[in-house]
């Protein structure tokens, strides 16, 4: 199945991009609509991964967090399609923006689960970071590019 990285172009895309990140991001733990959110999304770079069909299959996004920093956030794919590469086609999409924008430091706080998979792109743990809904640990990931 083709998969096409890109930034959300329409209304309907980024509605459909905000509820995928709450589904999965969120209302795992009761947490309500708007949750998926905060208050840099206009400032920041948003990926989408679509099929052919135009169904969303993954989000993530990029902000800057300084000069020559920045950081990869609300990472999520659809569970029907995880393990078929669709999440590395995200990062590398986020890294390309990161670089073309002179951040050479890409960092990230994921969650325990998926600290193999960044690892296996590239990035070291560099501290235990922060506990989520209090039952969801995070650690605080870097790449130097």
């Not at 998969?3 to 459909?16: C, K």
């Not at 078929?84 to 990230?108: C, D, F, P, S, W």
Request: proline letters at 4%; one cysteine or more; glycine letters at 6%.
């Amino acid at each position: 199945m083709p998969i096409h990285i890109r930034q959300p172009e329409t209304d309907s895309e980024f509605e459909r991009y905000y509820e995928m990140r709450w589904r999965i991001l969120r209302a795992p733990w009761k947490q309500p609509r708007g949750s998926e959110k905060d208050d840099i999304e206009e400032f920041s770079h948003h990926i989408i991964a679509c099929t052919a069909e135009n169904d969303i299959v993954g989000v993530g996004r990029l902000q800057f967090n300084s000069s020559d920093e920045a950081q990869i956030r609300y990472m999520a794919i659809e569970p029907v399609h995880e393990g078929r590469g669709i999440g590395r086609l995200i990062v590398a999409a986020l890294e390309t923006i990161a670089l073309e924008n002179e951040r050479r430091i890409i960092v990230l706080d994921a969650r325990e689960p998926a600290v193999g998979f960044y690892q296996r792109l590239g990035y070291e743990v560099t501290e235990k970071s922060y506990l989520l809904f209090e039952c969801i640990q995070h650690y605080r990931l870097e790449k130097i590019k």
